[in-house]
């Protein structure tokens, strides 16, 4: 079992920074691909960026590459996820999950996922 807490959102304006955090619980966690979805209002849930169980291979969607980087600490039980250059259209509450299976590549897919954070919300103004 592995139980998710993000911190880190807020509001920022265009072009500002943020950095969420995802403390992990569970003997689990650093045997597990883990990743961030987001959700902005009236849009479905989608895939932002996903890191490997060792944390050597990272992904991320088309829309926040270059701008979002993904870390792990697994000897502290943490995710980040650094988001730079932000965009209004960034606006969404923000998920991180962990893999449903052990010793992974990142996966980017929602279905892979077996357990997940509350959310955090990030909003960007223009």
């Known amino acids: 079992q592995v139980q998710l807490v993000e911190s880190g959102g807020g509001m920022v304006q265009a072009g500002g920074s943020l950095r969420l955090s995802c403390a992990a619980s569970?003997?689990?966690?650093?045997?597990?691909?883990m990743g961030w979805f987001r959700q902005a209002p009236g849009k479905e849930r989608e895939f932002v960026a996903s890191?490997?169980?060792?944390?050597?291979?990272?992904y991320f969607a088309d829309s926040v590459k270059g701008r979002f980087t993904i870390s792990r600490d697994n000897a502290k039980n943490t995710v980040l996820l650094e988001m730079n250059s932000l965009k209004p259209e960034d606006t969404a509450v923000y998920s991180c999950?962990?893999?449903?299976?052990?010793?992974?590549?990142?996966?980017?897919?929602?279905?892979?996922?077996?357990?997940w954070g509350q959310g955090t919300q990030v909003t960007v103004s223009s």
């Open positions: 890191i490997n169980w060792l944390g050597g291979r990272t």
């Open positions: 999950a962990a893999d449903k299976d052990y010793y992974r590549d990142f996966q980017t897919t929602a279905d892979e996922y077996a357990y």
């Open positions: 569970g003997r689990t966690f650093s045997w597990r691909a």
